[in-house]
């Protein structure tokens, strides 16, 4: 997990260019989703962390976004 305000701008676009963030999430309300959803794009830069797979995510205690990964999201609630 690496928090957007560790990373200057050049950094950023090439940790996502070479892929190794793929996820975004909100540090706050430990959600995590896609980085082109809707509801993530509004978060404060401050609370937005980046995840290099789902795997961490989950393993850094966050849950999908129901917004941008609903499937996922419905299978998060099962097991809750």
């Not at 190794?20 to 706050?28: E, M, P």
């Not at 978060?43 to 962390?49: A, G, H, I, K, Y």
């Amino acid at each position: 997990m690496i928090r957007h305000t560790a990373l200057d701008r050049s950094l950023l676009h090439r940790l996502l260019r070479q892929k190794k963030l793929t996820l975004g999430g909100n540090r706050n309300l430990r959600i995590y989703g896609r980085l082109d959803c809707r509801a993530g794009k509004r978060m404060n830069v401050e609370n937005r962390v980046f995840f290099a797979d789902e795997a961490e995510a989950l393993a850094n205690g966050y849950r999908p976004c129901a917004v941008c990964m609903p499937a996922a999201y419905r299978r998060w609630l099962r097991h809750q």
